[in-house]
């Protein structure tokens, strides 16, 4: 057990590169500050709902009334400042948490008067991620000003390493948590039956009911019965196996494809759109995204600055932007 122990300490303390950590900071940081700007006016709209309608969940269960207007406003615009800070790296070390802390009681406070959005959970759970770690050593207003204070670049660390480790272990855990939902409710019948087919047929003629933006793609493919089963199988895999995503590169890369495409589908057939992970932030912590840089590579060693000059390939051109951590 005490060699397990080790092994999983050293696996999840892993050294890691600031610059790998400070852009998933970046990535994910930029998507939620521009998801709240987006939202602002939304967000602020439930101060003028009617006092009955407030029903707190979550860390806004403290609350036994409804927030002020004014003190509503102030802490959307509170978190969009806080985000801005989380972004460009300054002064982290605070900025970080309080943004975390503001986005958690922002979306949590709108989803206590109605619909729950799902959707943010991840989202806001990644922000908390990076917010605990050392997010900022690098590509930051920060690690500027401790390099013109004369200290040395960031070497990679466990302290890096641990960071994108929750943020990967975050992820897989809300796909598995949604495979073992669906056995919850429906057991092997969810793979094997028109469950599936049942959710897209009537999640469409609901939205044609109300006269909401649904999908003629999905109204099409439920007519052909056999479609369905083998792709309720293949969500139910990916999301019961997520959690393989966490020992091996190659299975990393599967599972991110696998549950991309899960999510094309659903815009597909029912129109929903979960722009967090279509846009692969919310699988960005199994990429080398340091790595990226190395892309651009080829292209500046094949231009010379004279007629008489060759430039040989740079050896950093490879495929190893595809790699997982």
Not at 89 to 97: C, K, Q
Not at 177 to 200: M, P, Q
């Given at each position: 057990?005490?060699?397990l122990l080790d092994r999983l300490d050293r696996g999840f303390f892993a050294e890691a590169p600031a610059e790998r950590l400070a852009?998933?900071?970046?990535?994910?940081?930029?998507?939620?500050?521009?998801?709240?700007?987006?939202?602002?006016?939304?967000?602020?709209?439930?101060?003028h709902l009617p006092p009955e309608s407030f029903r707190p969940i979550g860390v806004v269960s403290a609350l036994s009334a409804p927030l002020p207007l004014w003190a509503v406003r102030g802490l959307v615009g509170a978190?969009?400042?806080?985000?801005?800070?989380?972004?460009?790296?300054?002064?982290?070390?605070?900025?970080?948490?309080?943004?975390?802390?503001?986005?958690?009681?922002?979306?949590?406070?709108?989803?206590?008067?109605?619909?729950?959005?799902?959707?943010?959970?991840?989202?806001?759970?990644?922000?908390?991620?990076?917010?605990?770690?050392?997010?900022?050593?690098?590509?930051?207003?920060?690690?500027?000003?401790?390099?013109?204070?004369?200290?040395?670049?960031?070497?990679?660390?466990?302290?890096?390493?641990?960071?994108?480790?929750?943020?990967?272990?975050?992820?897989?855990?809300?796909?598995?948590?949604?495979?073992?939902?669906?056995?919850?409710?429906?057991?092997?019948?969810?793979?094997?039956?028109?469950?599936?087919?049942?959710?897209?047929?009537?999640?469409?003629?609901?939205?044609?009911?109300?006269?909401?933006?649904?999908?003629?793609?999905?109204?099409?493919?439920?007519?052909?019965?056999?479609l369905f089963p083998p792709l309720a199988l293949a969500s139910l895999a990916m999301e019961l196996g997520a959690p393989l995503a966490l020992f091996s590169r190659r299975i990393a890369v599967v599972f991110c494809g696998a549950a991309w495409l899960f999510h094309l589908g659903v815009l597909l057939t029912m129109a929903i759109l979960f722009p967090y992970p279509l846009l692969g932030i919310a699988f960005a912590g199994f990429f080398e995204l340091e790595k990226m840089r190395d892309l651009r590579r080829p292209r500046r060693a094949s231009m010379g600055v004279g007629p008489s000059r060759r430039y040989a390939p740079s050896s950093g051109a490879s495929s190893s932007g595809s790699h997982t951590t």
């Open positions: 057990m005490r060699r852009l998933l900071r970046l990535l994910v940081g930029a998507f939620a500050l521009v998801y709240l700007c987006v939202r602002a006016v939304h967000l602020q709209r439930v101060g978190a969009i400042a806080a985000g801005a800070a989380f972004v460009a790296g300054y002064r982290f070390r605070v900025a970080g948490p309080l943004f975390s802390a503001l986005l958690l009681w922002v979306l949590t406070y709108r989803n206590s008067w109605g619909m729950v959005f799902h959707t943010e959970n991840l989202l806001v759970l990644h922000v908390i991620a990076l917010s605990l770690g050392a997010s900022a050593d690098a590509l930051s207003l920060d690690a500027r000003a401790a390099r013109r204070a004369g200290a040395a670049p960031p070497a990679p660390d466990g302290r890096y390493g641990w960071p994108i480790r929750l943020f990967c272990a975050i992820t897989v855990a809300s796909y598995f948590i949604a495979g073992v939902t669906k056995l919850r409710n429906s057991g092997l019948d969810w793979a094997f039956s028109d469950i599936l087919r049942n959710y897209v047929a009537y999640d469409n003629v609901r939205k044609i009911a109300l006269g909401d933006t649904h999908s003629p793609l999905g109204g099409a493919l439920v007519r052909y019965r056999f």
